[in-house]
């Protein structure tokens, strides 16, 4: 049974749509975040929730909203999607004794 | 700006070899988290080091958080083709109430049979 999930596994879409990605953790942590990790493996903090709750916003475009409709998920919508967008997304949990856990990525293509 | 950074960038040898990696940081972290990232999957933990100066084992891997927590080494004795993959060093900051992980530019390390 996967500890943390997203969908979709990869995401190729045009400039301008409007796309989701889900993500689901069954370890009853309360934190998760979202990162960005570029071409170069560079992998970047983007959002962090506590419990529902939005406690980091690291100065992301507002073209990006994340969504925690309970502790065990946190979506993140993209709008107006743009080329420097192209990434791949991590979805992470976090417990109490200071473990990540990350999920397996979506591979975003913007074209 | 890039706050951690790592040497080497890519690092390939034979099987057999010693290697370390290094992450450097002029900034003090709450704890130093070190991962393996695999091709189409994301990271995985190997270690957390939290005091000044202290070392971990796992196995082959030999930890080691600089005694200002500025600064992080990776020794792996006697590499395996197992061992290939891409090598982050994450710091943590408490920040509102939660931590905050700055990960490191990363090493890719290719382990040759």
């Known amino acids: 049974d996967t500890a943390v999930s997203q969908t979709p596994k990869y995401l190729v879409t045009q400039m301008g749509n409007d796309k989701s990605i889900k993500c689901e953790q069954n370890?009853?942590?309360?934190?998760m975040y979202w990162y960005k990790q570029d071409s170069k493996k560079f992998l970047k903090i983007m959002f962090s929730?506590?419990?529902?709750?939005?406690?980091i916003n690291e100065t992301v475009p507002n073209r990006f909203s994340p969504k925690s409709p309970d502790k065990a998920h946190l979506n993140l919508h993209i709008n107006s999607l743009e080329l420097g967008d192209s990434a791949v997304y991590f979805c992470a949990s976090r417990s109490l004794g200071d473990e990540q856990f990350f999920g397996p990525g979506t591979r975003l293509t913007v074209l | 700006t890039q706050l951690l950074e790592q040497s080497p960038q890519f690092l390939s040898i034979q099987e057999g070899e010693n290697l370390t990696v290094y992450c450097n940081s002029s900034?003090?972290?709450?704890?130093l988290q070190w991962y393996r990232q695999e091709p189409g999957e994301g990271p995985v933990l190997l270690v957390t080091v939290v005091t000044g100066g202290e070392v971990k084992k796992l196995k082959r891997l030999t930890f080691q958080f600089g005694d200002a927590r500025k600064d992080s080494s990776l020794h792996i004795t006697a590499a395996q083709p197992g061992d290939t993959g891409l090598y982050l060093c994450?710091?943590?900051?408490?920040?509102?109430?939660?931590?905050?992980?700055?990960f490191g530019t990363g090493t890719r390390l290719k382990v040759l049979a």
């Open positions: 929730y506590n419990n529902k709750e939005l406690i």
């Open positions: 900034s003090v972290f709450s704890s």
């Open positions: 370890l009853g942590h309360d934190t």
């Open positions: 994450a710091g943590a900051r408490l920040t509102s109430g939660t931590y905050k992980y700055i």
